[in-house]
């Protein structure tokens, strides 16, 4: 069964801050939410985590719900080159650290 | 930078053969990973890998043998080749997880496109 829920493609306009929602509603205490990216024909690449509290780096904001049962990952100032598929996934330390991924999102920025 | 190199990007089988796909890392990671990726269905882990000569079934293990004899190298095995197993394959390697904050990365190759003919 998966972990996460993620709508299958969105798009934004370019220079408008893309939103991408994830559902995790049977996320465990410690088990923490990452975001991965995967731009055409590369491996997929970090992008941001967290477990309770909103994160913000370089590259994005994470905003998680109280009770932990979705996210949303949020691209300021979407560009062309953040055209990819986005990999809302579920770090799960009891099991070895694996990564159970969703099916990912598909975002399109439009010129 | 940490590097993970797959041995081919493009690879055409026949049904039947036996298939190798080697996986190389150079950061010294304890942490090893084989998944496949298919449309719709996102990333799902064959196997992974602890340490040398550790190996642990992930999600879809039938079908697939791994072998990892040194800590740089992961082989995944495909004993004999089967048109469902047409599709792209990503290894991933990462260090020891941390119970903690910290930032714990998986580092992915750029894939092998599989295609079982």
């Known amino acids: 069964d998966a972990k996460t829920t993620q709508p299958p493609s969105m798009d934004c306009a370019e220079g408008r801050a893309a939103n991408l929602p994830c559902n995790h509603s049977?996320?465990?205490?410690?088990?923490?939410v990452y975001w991965y990216r995967q731009i055409h024909s590369q491996g997929p690449q970090y992008i941001i985590h967290?477990?309770?509290n909103n994160e913000t780096n370089e590259m994005a904001s994470l905003i998680i719900t109280e009770d932990r049962k979705s996210s949303t990952l949020i691209l300021p100032h979407a560009t062309l080159r953040d055209t990819a598929v986005y990999y809302c996934?579920?770090?799960?330390?009891?099991?070895?650290?694996?990564?159970?991924f969703g099916t990912g999102t598909s975002l399109t920025v439009i010129p | 930078d940490v590097k993970v190199t797959q041995s081919s990007r493009y690879l055409v089988k026949r049904t039947g053969e036996k298939v190798f796909l080697e996986c190389v890392q150079d950061?010294?990671?304890?942490?090893m990973f084989w998944y496949r990726q298919d449309p719709g269905l996102g990333l799902r882990l064959i196997y992974f890998s602890y340490d040398v000569k550790m190996k642990e079934k992930g999600d879809i293990p039938e079908g697939y043998s791994v072998s990892r004899e040194k800590k740089e190298r992961f082989s995944l095995i495909l004993e004999s080749a089967s048109t469902n197993q047409t599709s792209m394959y990503l290894c991933a390697s990462s260090p020891p997880g941390t119970s903690g904050r910290a930032r714990y990365e998986q580092f992915f190759g750029p894939g092998t496109r599989l295609t079982v003919l």
């Open positions: 950061m010294d990671h304890e942490n």
């Open positions: 049977t996320i465990s205490g410690n088990e923490y």
């Open positions: 967290g477990l309770k």
């Open positions: 996934i579920v770090r799960v330390p009891s099991t070895g650290n694996q990564f159970y």
